[in-house]
């Protein structure tokens, strides 16, 4: 792997962040709320139940977020004085991490050596976690016009590495990488519910508003002396023989992790109210099907 050119001294690049404004560019769009929040920071004698604990949400949120996502080995840590890491939630240390690439799982190619910002938390006496030649896999975007070094998604995106951890990651990174992902939803867009023929008989179609307009539709059928069924279409075709999405896959965690719990109030298009009331039954329905998105850390915010 190609070397960085002429790489400053590690600790004279530490010392030179603020008057360069160099902070600003590593961790631009900081909120202090997610490092005290999340307590998911490496710590000594806790990586791996730390990386175990995360959801499927959770490294799905971190990917989502990525423009990298690498793993590495920890080689320096350098703690930021106070008023380089202004608003720092008690009990956290604002560190500048130098680590050596070991691969990129997704992501433009990297250098031998990467840098970044994070926090973590302190041990009970203060200190910070011995993190020298830790594994670590890494959510991050680049910093525009600096080479090798990058800003992580939020302050906790680095995580312990294991090789299950990975694993996941991988499974996650190729659906967001395939020709067509499912799409991110915005919103629910319109509800109609259909009533048929016979009693008990009808089906409930459901309209998302999604980014950059990629059609996603659900369907809920009744019919009479049978449970209900329900799917999802990601076509202009509504399709009744859909079905739903397995658990811990990117549709999945599109529809679970996004789309509001009940009905939103003006979604319905059906007339009556027999029919308003039908439609919040089946979407309800859905969501009880999807179950809970269930996270550990706080959602990333995907904004640059």
């Known amino acids: 792997m190609p070397r960085l050119s002429r790489i400053r001294p590690f600790r004279a690049f530490a010392a030179r962040l603020v008057p360069l ?5 590593f961790w631009s769009g900081f909120v202090p709320d997610i490092a005290l929040a999340q307590q998911s920071a490496i710590r000594s004698g806790a ?6 604990a995360l959801t499927y949400a959770d490294l799905a949120d971190l990917a989502d977020a990525s423009e990298l996502v690498l793993r590495a080995q920890v080689r320096k840590v350098t703690r930021l004085k106070p008023e380089q890491a202004p608003n720092l939630p008690a009990g956290m240390a604002r560190v500048l991490i130098e680590a050596r690439t070991q691969t990129v799982l997704s ?13 973590v938390a302190l041990d009970p ?12 896999l ?19 995106a680095q995580i312990a590495w294991s090789g299950e ?3 996941r990651t991988r499974a996650i990174l190729t659906e967001l990488l395939s020709p067509d992902p499912a799409p991110r939803i915005l919103a629910v867009r319109e509800i109609l519910f259909v009533p048929g ?30 449970p209900k069924t329900w799917g999802i279409s990601l076509s202009e075709i509504v399709d009744q023989t859909a079905r739903p ?13 996004s789309l509001p719990r009940t009905m939103p109030a003006g979604a319905s298009l059906s007339g009556s109210a027999a029919s308003v009331r039908a439609a919040a039954e089946d979407y309800a329905f859905v969501m009880r099907e999807l179950g809970e998105c269930t996270r550990s850390r706080p959602p990333v915010e995907r904004s640059r």
């Open 21 to 25: 404004g160099i902070v600003a560019a």
């Open 47 to 52: 990586d791996s139940a730390a990386s175990h």
């Open 107 to 119: 992501g433009p190619a990297q250098g031998e050596t990467v840098r970044y910002l994070a926090d």
């Open 125 to 136: 006496r203060g200190k910070l976690p011995k993190l020298g030649k830790a594994v670590v």
């Open 138 to 156: 890494v959510f991050a975007r680049t910093v525009p016009g600096r080479p090798g070094e990058l800003r992580l998604v939020d302050s906790g």
């Open 165 to 167: 951890t990975e694993m």
């Open 197 to 226: 023929n016979l009693v008990g008989e009808g089906e409930t179609q459901v309209f998302l508003q999604t980014e950059g307009n990629a059609p996603v539709s659900l369907s809920v059928v009744r019919r009479p002396g049978l």
């Open 245 to 257: 999405p397995a658990r811990d896959t990117l549709t999945w965690y599109r529809l679970a992790c």
